[in-house]
């Protein structure tokens, strides 16, 4: 079954620091990765898909991800935090049928906080 | 910009009432979702629609959830008898075709007492 770790629950960072949020996946076949991001009382809002090609992703609000697929990681990624940048970040994966078609339903890791410190 | 638009953002219910949730896709999207989110848990879906067909509701309680779309736009998803477990926000999502990416709404909080 397809699955997403995420294995920090909270990320402190300064402001102007760079940031990293850790993912770890486990899928059979070619995966279809995914970070959102869910400020307080709302929606997740989508940041960034890794589906094939270059393996850094470049998405919203400046953020990145990369693609490693010897250790299994997508890492989210930011140069420089912004304090706006604290909100809850979910990494996901698309699941796959038992015949290797996709789905779209998405499989969720558990999420990571990320306080950015002014 | 467009966005999927769930109501009501906040519902308390006592346990064994009946809630429902209302949901209205970016238009023209033709596959819409329902998510159960769970505090500290990540989104996990319950049924996924493609335009009025149900295309996978296998996490989906259906003892006491159901969902529709009957005219294969906006959905409503209905829990009878409510139970105290069923505290969570209660997610909706679209996207433009069935591989398509997904866009959330905000989202129903929904308190069980």
């Known amino acids: 079954a397809q699955s997403v770790a995420q294995p920090e629950d909270q990320v402190n960072v300064a402001e102007g620091n760079p940031l990293t949020v850790k993912c770890t996946y486990s899928v059979s076949g070619n995966p279809y990765l995914f970070w959102y991001v869910q400020y307080p009382n709302r929606g997740l809002q989508f940041l960034l898909k890794y589906i094939t090609g270059d393996n850094l992703v470049k998405g919203s609000y400046g953020f990145e991800a990369e693609f490693n697929k010897s250790q299994t990681s997508f890492h989210l990624k930011k140069p420089s935090a912004l304090v706006s940048d604290s909100a809850l970040y979910f990494c996901?994966?698309?699941?796959?049928?038992?015949?290797?078609?996709?789905?779209?339903?998405?499989?969720f890791g558990t999420g990571t906080l990320l306080a950015v410190q002014p | 910009e467009a966005e999927v638009a769930q109501s009501p953002r906040y519902k308390i219910t006592e346990k064994s009432q009946a809630v429902a949730f209302w949901c209205d896709p970016i238009s023209g999207h033709a596959t819409l979702y329902w998510y159960r989110q769970i505090l500290g848990q990540g989104p996990e879906l319950l049924v996924q629609?493609?335009?009025?067909?149900?295309?996978?509701d296998s996490q989906l309680p259906k003892d006491r959830f159901s969902a529709e779309r009957l005219k294969g736009v906006d959905s409503t998803l209905k829990i009878q008898p409510a139970e105290l477990g069923d505290s969570a926000m209660y997610l909706c999502?679209?996207?433009?075709?069935?591989?398509?990416?997904?866009?959330f709404g905000a989202g129903t909080r929904l308190s069980v007492l």
């Open positions: 996901a994966v698309r699941d796959m049928l038992a015949k290797g078609g996709a789905t779209n339903k998405l499989i």
């Open positions: 999502a679209s996207s433009l075709e069935r591989t398509g990416g997904q866009y």
């Open positions: 629609f493609q335009d009025e067909s149900v295309v996978d």
